[in-house]
């Protein structure tokens, strides 16, 4: 099992699907990545040697922000925002949408399962 930048990769699939187990790898990064080592597209994990997967770990390193480090930046921005007092970090602080979505209804997901209403009638049964 290939391990690179601290994720395991699944051996059995081609090695432009497995790098997009990587957090901060899309599909063009994968491209990209595989077309700078020189892989050819249906090369699978499995069939890669340990040069080619030194190749793919440098050149991660290199050139992307990925795992970790995505994780914490990302993570910083949103406390920046949150720390500003700007309208999108109020709604950051406050677990609401932050792009204007709208909440009268939906928006379940940022707000959580719906609570019940005090006083709201339930059916009767005959």
């Known amino acids: 099992m290939a391990r690179i930048a601290g994720v395991n990769i699944p051996?059995?699939?081609r090695v432009v699907i497995a790098l997009q187990y990587i957090h901060g790898i899309g599909p063009k990064f994968a491209h990209d990545i595989c077309e700078r080592v020189g892989l050819p597209a249906e090369r699978r994990v499995s069939e890669l040697t340990d040069a080619e997967v030194l190749q793919i770990r440098e050149a991660i390193d290199r050139d992307y922000m990925v795992e970790g480090d995505l994780r914490r930046e990302v993570a910083?921005?949103?406390?920046?925002?949150?720390?500003?007092?700007?309208?999108?970090?109020?709604?950051?602080?406050?677990?609401?949408?932050?792009?204007?979505?709208?909440?009268?209804?939906?928006?379940?997901t940022r707000k959580g399962p719906a609570k019940a209403i005090a006083g709201k009638k339930q059916a009767t049964k005959k």
């Open 76 to 108: 910083m921005n949103i406390k920046r925002l949150m720390d500003l007092g700007c309208y999108r970090g109020l709604r950051h602080r406050r677990g609401l949408p932050v792009h204007g979505q709208r909440t009268h209804t939906n928006a379940r």
């Open 11 to 13: 051996t059995q699939k």
